[in-house]
């Protein structure tokens, strides 16, 4: 049965949930999606501390304090970060405090030290403090019991820290997808081998496995299955255990194209064979047990651009992602593209912010077994189907890919 995109993607997203949640060091936690809502145990700042090294004091004190009439007070404590005050601050005493260091009990204000000089025990001050102004209130950022962090968050650089802070030292996070990558095809080679006549080398595990990654799971590579519908059955009843199971080549309608007689075999239900995007068109996506079974193309660019559209989204959400889609942008054609399509037409591109806007260039060779333009495109121009030529000038959507 061939569908639309928007079916494909609908189809194959219904059948997916979230996997389970595991417990993982934070040090690993990178990319990865938190499974629950973060919540502080305590306030932070944990107390009340000083943003510069200087002297804690009553800000009333120093109020009137200048150049010209400093104001003599009498140093009670020494107060390095990690120490806890000992003594209060009362009127006319002040105590020397490092930057992050908790503030004495009735402090108001932090003097810095080049304002300050100290001598036996007496500091003389040039400046006055303004009160609260330079001191950090307990839980100022945040407070105990604050909902932090909501559950689907990515742990970026910013969550990693935030979840060390709060002392999340193993958070909770989805389990990632483990998609099981075989190469079908009795010409398709092993890179490490010579190449003989006839053959190609399989790039399609390669590049897959990196998309795979980018999506947030973990690609498990099961190598090549010859044009032999046994030899696909046994490497795929090794991948049973993955959560998701990609093949590649044999989905179109040569005499050695055997996925979909696998399926059938197999008792793998077929959800739909073809999807009205070029390239990319043949996509065999079936399900058995609740698992979903896709066959790629086995050109390059058709496998790779129906991964992104297709699988990627599949793989967001069993990652306990809550947004699957790629950002899309308007852009202004920087060349003629003038190759009709009956289907909703996928190519790379070179895309780039100019003037506040962006201009976005099709990048050349994009035959649907070739991939090189996929080395420096950052975005695909998406061109609906039965789209007349597009003259240089025109605005299209563009799918962003990769930052700018
Ligand atoms: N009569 C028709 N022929 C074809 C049709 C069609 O509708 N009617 N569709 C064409 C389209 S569109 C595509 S896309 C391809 C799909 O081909 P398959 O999925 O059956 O893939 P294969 O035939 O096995 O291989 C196609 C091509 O890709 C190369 N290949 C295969 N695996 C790899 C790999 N792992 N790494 C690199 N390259 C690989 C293979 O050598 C072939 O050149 O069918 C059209 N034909
Ligand atoms: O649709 Mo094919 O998938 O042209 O490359
Ligand atoms: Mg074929």
Not at 325 to 347: E, Y
Request: proline letters at 7%.
């Amino acid at each position: 049965m061939a569908v639309s995109l928007d079916m494909a993607q609908d189809k194959l997203l219904k059948t997916v949930q979230p996997l389970a949640a595991e417990e993982v060091a934070l040090a690993d936690c990178w990319r990865r999606v938190l499974a629950g809502e973060i919540v502080a145990d305590t306030d932070f700042p944990p107390f009340d501390r000083s943003p510069l090294d200087g002297y804690a004091l009553i800000a009333a004190d120093v109020a009137e304090a200048s150049p010209q009439q400093p104001v003599v007070l009498e140093v009670v404590d020494d107060i390095p970060a990690g120490n806890v005050p000992r003594v209060a601050v009362r009127p006319g005493t002040a105590a020397k405090i490092m930057t992050g260091a908790p503030v004495p009990e009735g402090a108001t204000g932090v003097v810095r030290r080049e304002d300050v000089r100290e001598e036996e025990g007496r500091a003389t001050v040039f400046a006055g403090a303004g009160v609260d102004n330079n001191l950090c209130r307990r839980g100022e950022e945040i407070a105990a019991g604050e909902k932090v962090i909501t559950a689907g968050t990515v742990v970026n650089a910013g969550v990693m820290g935030l979840l060390a802070l709060l002392g999340v030292a193993r958070p909770r996070v989805y389990k990632q997808p483990r998609v099981a990558l075989l190469a079908t095809g009795s010409e398709v080679a092993d890179i490490e081998a010579p190449l003989k006549p006839g053959a190609i080398r399989n790039s399609n595990s390669y590049m897959l496995a990196a998309q795979v990654r980018d999506a947030g799971a973990e690609p498990v590579l099961f190598g090549i299955a010859r044009d032999e519908i046994a030899a696909i059955i046994t490497r795929l009843s090794d991948a049973a255990d993955c959560d998701l199971i990609v093949t590649t080549g044999g989905v179109s309608a040569g005499d050695y194209d055997l996925v979909a007689d696998v399926y059938r075999e197999m008792g793998i239900d077929v959800l739909f064979d073809r999807v009205g995007i070029k390239p990319g068109m043949p996509v065999l996506a079936g399900l058995k047990a609740g698992k979903l079974y896709i066959g790629l193309s086995g050109n390059p660019a058709a496998a790779s651009v129906a991964f992104e559209q297709i699988v990627r989204p599949v793989l967001l959400k069993m990652g306990g992602r809550r947004e699957w889609w790629r950002p899309r942008a308007k852009a202004l054609l920087t060349a003629p593209f003038t190759k009709p399509s009956g289907a909703t037409r996928f190519v790379w591109a070179a895309c780039r912010p100019v003037n506040g806007g962006l201009t976005v260039e099709p990048l050349p060779l994009q035959g649907n077994g070739m991939l090189k333009s996929a080395v420096t495109a950052n975005a695909m121009i998406v061109i609906p189907a039965g789209s007349p030529p597009l003259a240089a000038g025109s605005v299209v959507e563009v799918c962003l890919l990769a930052d700018l």
